[in-house]
């Protein structure tokens, strides 16, 4: 009985093992100089992370949008602020240099004035009164509901008004 249980519990991990593997194999393009900057779009003034692995140096950063950063070693990311007289709609490059090595990734300036999110309510108060019941009204469905309605309860009155079958009276 034990055989079994052991038995099953090795078969339980080889299986959960090999299903993980191809996941793991897929996911496994940790190694090498990998670069990225968060948000893709920041309007102009806003923040960005700038995030740098697979370097074993000190990374330097620069674009034509902020000051040049460094990530030291043993960091992955760094932030920036983005100028403010960085060109809305335009793209910047940004370069992370790790030693010899080097990539290049597109920054895009947020267009128009900053929008906040979360609409605010304080000022305007929602939006209601669209739509409703009378909302593309349909003679021909109000109809036949009214039939529907009139029906049962024509069944319900006939049926509730007949006469009992055992008294017979």
Known sequence: MRAIRVASAAL???SALAMTAPAAQASGESDGFRVGV?????APGGRVTLRATGCEKSVSVSSGVFDTVIIPRGYTTARAKVDWEAKPGAVYEVSFHCGTFWQDVDLTIAGGRHVSPVPDYRQHGVQAGEGGSLADLNLKQIGLGAALITASLGTAYHLSRRPGGEDGG
């Open 38 to 42: 968060l948000p893709s779009t920041v």
């Open 12 to 14: 339980l991990g080889v």
